[in-house]
């Protein structure tokens, strides 16, 4: 009788632990609130980012601290360069990743009772590090595009000024008949800074400093310095697609020399092996009959 009391007793105690937490849960979530720019986020943020961002507001305070400061001067230029400035304060980012480092620690403590330690560690420490991968990855692919596209940019407005036309109002038109792309989101950002009354040439420093992408920063340094000592702008931009397309086909060349041995790794892991067991399978398998 008394054994079955404290079993009893156990369980109340237990039940009651766990509904505290729950209460206690829930309390938190409701202190939840999305901002305004949440309701149109990119639809390229990957799904493991939209799960845990609402939980990013439960960190804000933390990450607003003044002992994060340098972490926040080192996001806020790799979140313009990503594309994600206007979606995510160096703030809002820093309490995303604070989200995930706490994800991978209860993944640490999960690992710590479950059979599967291994596994759940590499699991954490994914979670821990996957903001980081995803923020260069997007610079990656940012940085990428702006060099393909930006020979064809140039081209057309080498046209479009030879035959008479100013800059701004051709790049203007151009704007409104490309697909919307990385190039063109940064062009259309310095076009409206330019409308709003800022120098051209401030503007055009200021998507450079922005994006930090080599090639943009060359064709704008070159506009800068033509405009600052009056150098025909329609040569400036014809030389410098020129060079740009060079470029491009120079390194389309290097990737296509470069993948002949690339090549060779998933041949050794995957096909020679395919090949080995079809030729000596059959051999192997009568020898191991005979004997």
């Given at each position: 009788?008394?054994?079955?009391?404290?079993?009893?007793?156990?369980?109340?105690?237990?039940?009651?632990?766990?509904?505290?937490?729950?209460?206690?849960?829930?309390?938190?979530?409701?202190?939840?609130?999305?901002?305004?720019?949440?309701?149109?986020?990119?639809?390229?943020?990957?799904?493991?980012?939209?799960?845990?961002?609402?939980?990013?507001?439960?960190?804000?305070?933390?990450?607003?601290?003044?002992?994060?400061?340098?972490?926040?001067?080192?996001?806020?230029?790799?979140?313009?360069?990503?594309?994600?400035?206007?979606?995510?304060?160096?703030?809002?980012?820093?309490?995303?990743?604070?989200?995930?480092?706490?994800?991978?620690?209860?993944?640490?403590?999960?690992?710590?009772?479950?059979?599967?330690?291994?596994?759940?560690?590499?699991?954490?420490?994914?979670?821990?590090?996957?903001?980081?991968?995803?923020?260069?990855?997007?610079?990656?692919k940012r940085h990428l595009s702006i060099m393909k596209a930006?020979?064809?940019?140039?081209?057309?407005?080498?046209?479009?000024?030879?035959?008479?036309?100013?800059?701004?109002?051709?790049?203007?038109?151009?704007?409104?008949?490309?697909k919307l792309d990385p190039l063109g989101e940064e062009l259309?950002?310095?076009?409206?800074?330019?409308?709003?009354?800022?120098?051209?040439?401030?503007?055009?420093?200021?998507?450079?400093?922005?994006?930090?992408?080599?090639?943009?920063?060359?064709?704008?340094?070159?506009?800068?310095?033509?405009?600052?000592?009056?150098?025909?702008?329609?040569?400036?931009?014809?030389?410098?697609?020129?060079?740009?397309?060079?470029?491009?086909?120079?390194?389309?060349?290097?990737?296509?020399?470069?993948?002949?041995?690339?090549?060779?790794?998933?041949?050794?892991?995957?096909?020679?092996?395919?090949?080995?067991?079809?030729?000596?399978?059959?051999?192997?398998?009568?020898?191991?009959?005979?004997?």
């Amino acid at each position: 009788m008394g054994d079955a009391t404290i079993m009893l007793l156990t369980a109340l105690a237990a039940a009651l632990s766990a509904g505290c937490a729950f209460l206690y849960i829930g309390r938190l979530l409701s202190r939840v609130k999305l901002d305004r720019m949440r309701d149109d986020l990119p639809k390229r943020l990957p799904i493991l980012v939209r799960l845990l961002l609402p939980f990013s507001a439960l960190a804000r305070p933390l990450a607003a601290d003044k002992g994060f400061a340098g972490w926040r001067e080192i996001v806020a230029p790799r979140l313009w360069m990503a594309g994600l400035g206007e979606v995510f304060t160096p703030t809002d980012f820093l309490a995303l990743r604070i989200v995930f480092f706490a994800a991978a620690l209860l993944l640490t403590g999960v690992a710590m009772v479950s059979a599967y330690t291994p596994a759940w560690m590499l699991l954490a420490v994914l979670i821990a590090l996957f903001p980081g991968f995803w923020i260069s990855s997007e610079i990656k692919k940012r940085h990428l595009s702006i060099m393909k596209a930006l020979p064809n940019v140039l081209d057309l407005l080498t046209l479009s000024v030879e035959s008479g036309r100013d800059l701004l109002s051709a790049l203007r038109d151009i704007l409104a008949r490309r697909k919307l792309d990385p190039l063109g989101e940064e062009l259309t950002r310095a076009f409206q800074e330019i409308q709003f009354g800022r120098k051209r040439t401030e503007a055009l420093r200021a998507m450079a400093q922005r994006v930090r992408q080599t090639d943009l920063s060359a064709v704008v340094n070159a506009l800068v310095q033509a405009e600052e000592l009056g150098v025909s702008i329609s040569q400036i931009l014809r030389i410098q697609s020129d060079m740009q397309r060079n470029k491009r086909f120079t390194l389309a060349e290097k990737l296509a020399n470069e993948a002949s041995v690339k090549i060779i790794i998933p041949i050794i892991l995957c096909i020679l092996p395919a090949v080995f067991l079809i030729l000596v399978g059959p051999f192997a398998t009568r020898i191991a009959a005979f004997f």
